[in-house]
């Protein structure tokens, strides 16, 4: 999918195709992406059973632009942390939760990501996540799995709490018990309270605009 990604978890791998600015690089154009944003396409495509490419322009001595590098290294500083999240993973039954999810201003075509409102689909964000994309819900999470292993990402992670519906007890995708709950990069153990309705997590202090949140959880009983 050519500057895009897809709307639902698909049966066979695909892939994600995005570029900076364009196939190659050119000055009069904004930076379409920033580590932000190759992560929310990385993490979106990983959870839905696909991979991400990502072209990166070069200068015309065949260097590396100085803002291209300054956002790949933001985002191998982030896969150094969290990459047992993305790398090696499967999918869930369901690819995640949250506001788009459940389809709040998102339009789906063909299982195409379409992520914008009505007065935003002349945009360039109309078929990927890009720097002119508003940000995710603080209830967006998506899902990926590793053995016993269970990820939860938390995409745009802010102070408080997290209500995630598809992984209450009664969940109709059967998530199992929830017995302990982890932050990745810390190893911190993380509060959480499950019902039959819902999972809550307690979001500890978020300084300022976050990149995505790993939780790593174990559960009792989950089917993969």
Do not use: C
Request: no cysteine; glycine share 8%; aromatic share 8%.
């Amino acid at each position: 999918m050519e500057s895009g990604g897809s709307n639902t978890l698909r049966e066979y791998p695909w892939q994600s195709e995005i570029t900076f600015t364009d196939w190659f690089y050119k000055k009069d154009r904004h930076l379409t992406h920033n580590a932000r944003t190759i992560l929310e396409m990385l993490i979106e495509a990983v959870s839905k059973n696909g991979n991400l490419l990502l072209s990166m322009e070069l200068n015309p001595d065949g260097t590396i632009p100085h803002e291209i590098k300054k956002s790949v290294n933001i985002v191998g500083d982030w896969l150094k942390i969290n990459g047992e999240a993305i790398y090696g993973t499967r999918p869930w039954k369901v690819f995640g939760d949250g506001k788009s999810v459940r389809g709040e201003h998102v339009e789906t075509v063909d299982g195409e990501l379409r992520n914008a409102v009505e007065a935003q689909k002349q945009g360039e964000h109309f078929n990927q996540r890009t720097t002119a994309t508003p940000l995710f819900a603080h209830d967006e999470v998506r899902y990926t799995t590793k053995g016993d292993d269970f990820y939860i990402i938390v995409m745009n992670p802010s102070k408080g709490q997290l209500v995630i519906p598809s992984l209450g007890k009664s969940s109709e995708v059967n998530p199992g018990n929830l017995k302990s709950l982890t932050q990745l990069y810390d190893d911190r153990k993380i509060t959480f309270k499950q019902t039959k309705e819902n999972l809550l997590i307690t979001i500890p202090a978020v300084n300022g605009s976050s990149y995505p949140l790993v939780l790593k959880a174990n559960f009792k009983n989950i089917e993969f």
